[in-house]
């Protein structure tokens, strides 16, 4: 199925998702960015905590990534992330794999003064839309104001 995924993606915004075994370097998941390659885990969360994983599996990755990645602005944007990062320094990968993380992984807005999810993290694991989205009194995270210098 992760096939029928990848031939959508690549009809709507060229990207294709690949698989991948584990984790890569941020060095090797941003470059694959530029060429509009998207790796993507084969393992599913183990059904003891079916809510939450700790790791990106493929619930994170067709619920979290492939939706972003077939809207052409979106994808547009990882594209151009995977094309800074080509030649770019360790510290420059760092800032970028930061930037990446705390935007399309765990990012966060608030509209009309309710938080909402948009970073693929969150939105793939139930328990993590409930703690970075729950209504205060609730014990909310800290959240910082975006700023990619401080990333």
Same mark, same amino acid.
């Given at each position: 199925? $992760?096939?029928? @995924? /990848?031939?959508? &993606?690549?009809? !709507?915004?060229?990207?294709? $998702?690949?698989? @991948? /075994?584990?984790? &890569?370097?941020? !060095?090797?998941?941003?470059?694959?960015?530029a060429l509009k390659v998207f790796f993507s885990t084969q393992y599913i969360r183990h059904p003891s905590r079916p809510l939450y994983t700790p790791e990106p599996d493929v619930v994170h990755e067709l619920i979290g990534h492939a939706p972003m990645l077939a809207d052409p602005d979106f994808a547009a944007l990882s594209h151009q992330i995977g094309m800074a990062s080509l030649g770019a320094s360790d510290e420059d990968i760092e800032r970028l794999a930061t930037s990446y993380w705390f935007s399309v992984e765990f990012g966060l807005c608030v509209e009309d003064g309710a938080?909402?999810?948009?970073?693929?993290?969150?939105?793939?694991?139930?328990?993590?839309?409930?703690?970075?989205?729950?209504?205060?009194?609730?014990?909310?995270?800290?959240?910082?104001?975006?700023?990619?210098?401080v990333a």
């Open positions: 199925q $992760l096939e029928n @995924v /990848s031939q959508f &993606l690549s009809s !709507r915004t060229g990207f294709t $998702l690949r698989p @991948v /075994s584990g984790l &890569l370097t941020a !060095r090797d998941f941003l470059n694959a960015l938080t909402k999810a948009y970073g693929a993290g969150v939105l793939s694991s139930v328990d993590e839309i409930e703690h970075a989205c729950a209504p205060p009194p609730a014990a909310a995270p800290e959240y910082a104001p975006w700023d990619p210098f």
